[in-house]
């Protein structure tokens, strides 16, 4: 049973590695929204509804490496569980950007030795001598390309304001 725990909690770890930023716009706390609540995400070319009105309360940025198992979708729904934990009704002003970037890891020309036993035998004496001599080996320079991905995920989150809140506090004032 250890065993299998061991497994999963590596293969957990294995899988999608993000960095999560994110900036608080408020003092104020939001209770967390149920698991299945769905958060809208309206991309930074689509304008979110005019109605109901919200409140910005933060701005969410999550990336990580293609070559970790990091997608375009796999952001999204990182970004929409941490958008229910902050509270947040909807995701505005969504962006997901991805960043080719390579480059070449060079690894210089050296000279290892080996180590080698060698015995003579010294004919004049009668006895055998061991003696460790070193053989040099060289490595020619090696140049290894490297190719990856950085996705990232950015928007801001919002809370609705509601509609009822906002009449029941002019009502208050007359």
């Given at each position: 049973?250890?065993?299998?725990l061991?497994?999963l909690?590596?293969?957990?770890?294995?899988g999608?590695?993000?960095?999560?930023?994110?900036?608080?716009?408020?003092?104020?706390?939001?209770?967390?929204?149920?698991?299945d609540?769905?958060?809208?995400?309206?991309?930074?070319?689509?304008?979110?509804?005019?109605?109901?009105?919200?409140?910005?309360?933060?701005?969410?940025?999550?990336?990580?490496?293609?070559?970790?198992?990091?997608?375009?979708?796999t952001?999204?729904?990182?970004?929409?569980a941490?958008a229910?934990?902050?509270?947040?009704?909807?995701?505005i002003?969504?962006?997901?950007?991805?960043?080719?970037?390579?480059?070449?890891?060079?690894?210089?020309?050296?000279?290892?030795?080996?180590?080698?036993?060698?015995?003579?035998?010294?004919?004049?004496?009668?006895?055998?001598?061991?003696?460790?001599?070193?053989?040099?080996?060289?490595?020619p320079?090696?140049?290894?390309?490297y190719?990856?991905?950085?996705?990232t995920?950015?928007?801001d989150?919002?809370?609705f304001?509601?509609a009822?809140?906002?009449?029941?506090?002019?009502n208050?004032k007359?």
């Amino acid at each position: 049973m250890k065993k299998i725990l061991l497994l999963l909690l590596v293969l957990g770890l294995a899988g999608c590695a993000t960095s999560v930023r994110y900036v608080s716009y408020t003092q104020q706390k939001f209770r967390p929204k149920p698991r299945d609540y769905f958060i809208v995400t309206y991309s930074n070319t689509q304008p979110p509804p005019a109605t109901p009105t919200y409140t910005v309360i933060g701005r969410l940025e999550i990336s990580g490496h293609a070559s970790d198992g990091v997608s375009s979708n796999t952001l999204t729904d990182q970004s929409q569980a941490i958008a229910r934990q902050k509270g947040a009704d909807a995701i505005i002003n969504a962006e997901t950007q991805a960043l080719n970037y390579s480059w070449v890891v060079v690894h210089p020309a050296h000279t290892t030795y080996h180590p080698v036993v060698v015995s003579e035998t010294y004919y004049g004496h009668g006895h055998e001598v061991l003696e460790t001599a070193y053989v040099p080996h060289y490595h020619p320079t090696r140049y290894i390309p490297y190719n990856d991905t950085i996705m990232t995920f950015k928007g801001d989150l919002v809370v609705f304001v509601a509609a009822q809140s906002s009449s029941s506090s002019v009502n208050q004032k007359k």
